[in-house]
């Protein structure tokens, strides 16, 4: 049964990924920020992490380097519900979590299939392989 971590400050979105997955088969941990993920990172293994972007105290960004370089051969899913400004000059914070070392990244609010799509694609794919869902 593939580990899931997921790393996110909204208790609502933990909720529907942890249904979400468990009703897949998949053994879900919740962590609510980016410290208590590392908690959880450093006492269990896991196949895949989702974190969020943006969290309050330990930044997303942060987090998923960090996330990264402690477990490099677990992918990371970036996640963001950010409302982007409809502009050239505006950053694409979700590719740029990608070179910090995600492996993919989901633009909230994404669908089940969404979700489920991409944590297989981790599962069965090199941390190499960059994807951006919308």
């Known amino acids: 049964m593939p580990r899931v971590l997921v790393v996110d400050d909204d208790p609502m979105v933990c909720v529907a990924i942890e249904v979400c997955l468990q009703r897949q088969g998949f053994e879900v941990t919740v962590a609510d920020g980016g ?6 990172l450093e006492s269990s ?5 989702l974190i969020d972007v943006f969290m309050p105290h330990m930044r997303g960004f942060e987090s998923i380097r960090m ?4 477990r ?4 990371i899913v970036a996640m963001s519900g950010y409302a982007f400004a409809n502009t050239e000059r505006a950053p694409d914070f979700l590719r740029m979590t990608i070179e910090l070392g995600a492996a993919c990244c989901l633009r909230k609010p994404f669908t089940p299939n969404a979700l489920l799509t991409t944590i297989n694609q981790c599962l069965t794919r090199p941390t190499s392989s960059a994807r951006l869902k919308k």
């Open 72 to 75: 490099p051969d677990v992918p």
């Open 35 to 40: 410290e208590a993920g590392m908690r959880a």
């Open 45 to 49: 293994e896991y196949d895949v992490m």
């Open 67 to 70: 996330f990264h370089e402690r």
